[in-house]
């Protein structure tokens, strides 16, 4: 066989993943870009915090800003999805700083692949009401939006699930997060924003929910913008913590763990994920760019109770039922692979549970930022994270 020789630089750009590109983007470019294409986007305000919100795309948070309309644009979504006018078509891979998934990805019971086919990725297939389904809108004011509709998802198994969801989403004033947090933020220069989502499913059908024909969790994600430095923080309960849950790829030196904390490298370099189950759990991640000076954290309603039952999204997995209750995803540009995924995302599940006819299931994720200098920064991601920012992996 003759071998192509290729120049070396072409064959950088073409076979190597490529590391997304730090652009800026300020939350009026985005707005502006969105307006476009999203009917009903609403910004809701709280001083020179902003929230760009769709109630129709499922209340969909786009992205957020804690400096104003020039301030940087926190949340990622599929810019190039709506250029070629397939988003709304698509909603599942829209992305957007949080947005209603439901579980699991993989099994018996997935949601995203049809009855009787391998389970590969040529063959997902997302429901149809979770791709395309408009929500319509409940309520808006100055800080919270509510949409809702009826929804049919389908599983591998043949099981039907008729729900109603809602979500509800709460743009919080710098007292709100102080006091959800329990921090400080008057003294010194640093700039917040914090919002919550809450998610509600209800079992409008006529028949109870089965762990044996599958259940129905919900499950949040948030797509972030990477940077080089990156990392994320997971603290656990266990100061004897020594793995985590890996996904799709080796990750030798993209984890490390310290004193029941894991650092997780988010530089959407390197494709892979990482989870814990829930006996590792405590409600609460993070991450910090140097790059950006900014401290993302994220808090989620979580149930201790061992009887509860957490759906397994991994891959090659027999059990469907000893799941993590939170992942970080790390993407990567890889175009010969197509894949094209220049965010990390963080992901939180709620219990499945057997629901009755008129049941409901529910599921509140909060999001917060703050940007600083790294001595301002520090002090709430020790209190909130046990973790200096002066310590490695950040310095």
């Given at each position: 066989?003759?071998k192509?020789i290729?120049?070396?630089?072409?064959?950088?750009?073409?076979?190597?993943?490529?590391?997304p590109?730090?652009?800026?983007?300020s939350f009026?470019?985005?707005?502006?870009f969105?307006?476009?294409?999203?009917?009903?986007?609403?910004?809701?305000?709280?001083?020179?915090a902003?929230?760009?919100?769709?109630?129709?795309?499922?209340g969909?948070?786009?992205?957020?800003?804690?400096?104003?309309?020039?301030g940087?644009?926190l949340?990622y979504?599929n810019?190039k999805?709506?250029?070629?006018?397939?988003?709304?078509?698509?909603l599942?891979?829209?992305g957007?700083e949080?947005?209603?998934?439901?579980g699991?990805?993989?099994?018996?019971?997935?949601?995203f692949?049809p009855?009787?086919?391998?389970?590969?990725?040529?063959n997902?297939?997302?429901?149809?009401?979770?791709?395309?389904?408009?929500f319509?809108?409940?309520e808006?004011s100055?800080?919270q939006?509510i949409?809702s509709?009826?929804?049919?998802?389908?599983?591998?198994y043949?099981?039907?699930?008729?729900?109603?969801?809602s979500r509800s989403?709460?743009?919080?004033?710098?007292k709100t997060?102080?006091?959800?947090?329990?921090?400080?933020?008057?003294?010194?220069?640093?700039?917040?924003?914090?919002?919550e989502t809450?998610?509600?499913?209800?079992?409008?059908?006529?028949?109870?929910?089965?762990?044996?024909?599958?259940l129905?969790?919900?499950?949040?994600?948030?797509?972030f913008h990477?940077?080089?430095?990156?990392?994320?923080?997971?603290p656990?309960?266990?100061?004897e913590?020594?793995?985590?849950t890996?996904?799709?790829?080796d990750?030798?030196?993209?984890?490390?763990?310290?004193?029941?904390?894991?650092?997780?490298?988010?530089?959407?370099?390197?494709?892979?994920?990482?989870g814990?189950?829930?006996k590792h759990i405590?409600?609460i991640?993070?991450?910090?760019?140097?790059?950006?000076?900014?401290?993302?954290?994220?808090?989620?309603?979580?149930?201790s109770?061992p009887n509860?039952?957490y759906?397994?999204?991994?891959?090659?997995?027999?059990?469907?039922?000893?799941?993590?209750?939170?992942n970080?995803?790390?993407g990567?540009?890889?175009?010969?692979?197509?894949?094209?995924?220049?965010?990390?995302?963080?992901?939180s599940?709620?219990?499945?549970?057997?629901?009755?006819?008129?049941?409901?299931?529910?599921?509140?994720q909060s999001?917060?930022?703050?940007?600083?200098?790294?001595?301002?920064?520090t002090?709430?991601?020790e209190?909130?994270?046990?973790?200096?920012?002066?310590?490695?992996?950040f310095?």
């Amino acid at each position: 066989m003759n071998k192509l020789i290729l120049p070396s630089l072409l064959f950088t750009l073409l076979f190597s993943c490529q590391s997304p590109q730090k652009e800026f983007t300020s939350f009026q470019d985005d707005v502006d870009f969105l307006r476009q294409y999203v009917d009903d986007l609403t910004v809701l305000k709280k001083g020179e915090a902003l929230m760009a919100v769709s109630p129709s795309w499922q209340g969909r948070v786009f992205t957020t800003s804690l400096d104003g309309e020039n301030g940087r644009s926190l949340g990622y979504y599929n810019q190039k999805l709506f250029k070629v006018g397939k988003a709304d078509q698509q909603l599942s891979k829209a992305g957007g700083e949080s947005r209603m998934w439901f579980g699991p990805e993989v099994g018996d019971f997935s949601i995203f692949f049809p009855p009787n086919v391998e389970q590969v990725g040529e063959n997902m297939k997302v429901s149809a009401d979770l791709d395309t389904l408009k929500f319509n809108t409940d309520e808006t004011s100055n800080k919270q939006v509510i949409a809702s509709n009826d929804m049919v998802i389908e599983n591998a198994y043949g099981t039907s699930f008729t729900i109603h969801a809602s979500r509800s989403i709460e743009l919080f004033d710098v007292k709100t997060i102080e006091k959800n947090l329990g921090i400080q933020l008057q003294n010194g220069d640093k700039k917040s924003i914090g919002f919550e989502t809450n998610t509600i499913i209800k079992n409008t059908g006529n028949t109870t929910w089965s762990k044996d024909t599958g259940l129905l969790p919900i499950w949040i994600l948030g797509c972030f913008h990477p940077s080089e430095k990156q990392w994320a923080i997971v603290p656990t309960n266990s100061s004897e913590l020594d793995t985590v849950t890996n996904y799709f790829t080796d990750q030798t030196g993209r984890v490390m763990i310290k004193k029941g904390v894991a650092f997780y490298k988010v530089d959407a370099g390197y494709l892979n994920k990482m989870g814990l189950p829930q006996k590792h759990i405590r409600p609460i991640m993070g991450s910090y760019s140097p790059e950006m000076n900014l401290l993302n954290i994220v808090v989620y309603s979580f149930d201790s109770d061992p009887n509860l039952l957490y759906v397994n999204s991994e891959w090659g997995k027999e059990n469907n039922y000893d799941g993590d209750v939170m992942n970080i995803f790390n993407g990567e540009i890889n175009l010969p692979l197509d894949r094209d995924w220049p965010f990390y995302e963080f992901e939180s599940f709620s219990a499945a549970k057997e629901l009755q006819p008129g049941e409901e299931l529910q599921h509140k994720q909060s999001v917060y930022h703050f940007e600083g200098s790294k001595e301002e920064l520090t002090p709430i991601a020790e209190q909130l994270l046990g973790v200096s920012l002066f310590d490695a992996p950040f310095n």
